[in-house]
């Protein structure tokens, strides 16, 4: 059933329909994860939450690389210009075509990355979080 609705309720809605839980692709997933941070020494385990970080923080670059760099050559440059609209050319629909394929793969891939980040970056810090409390 398509829906517009996130993981999240897609996940949900599997998750009411099965019978068996734990066989859920998703969650073994998510425990084979949880698993191997729990493996890991308070120290590394820190060091890795560190760089989650960056990696949730850096992920900024991309839709600025692709939305700034084709948009500063197009305004800076004439000669582009006159290829582009050149009289019945066709040029400038594909290049609008090119570079709306380009940011749309670029946000969705933005966006994907964000979300593994705080998902290992909530897990690491409730690991942690276990750890101090025990």
Known sequence: M????GDAHKLFLTLKGQKEIHSNKELKETAEIKSFYESLDSKTL???HYRMIKERNGMGIIP???TSIPWLLFLISGK?????FKDGSLLWAIFISLYLILLTISV???FKEKAWAAFHIEMIK???GERERK
Request: proline share 0%.
């Open 2 to 5: 398509f829906s517009f609705r």
């Open 46 to 48: 820190q060091l890795v």
């Open 64 to 66: 600025i690389f692709i």
């Open 80 to 84: 582009i210009q006159d290829v582009i």
């Open 108 to 110: 969705i891939f933005h």
């Open 126 to 128: 409730d690991i942690l």
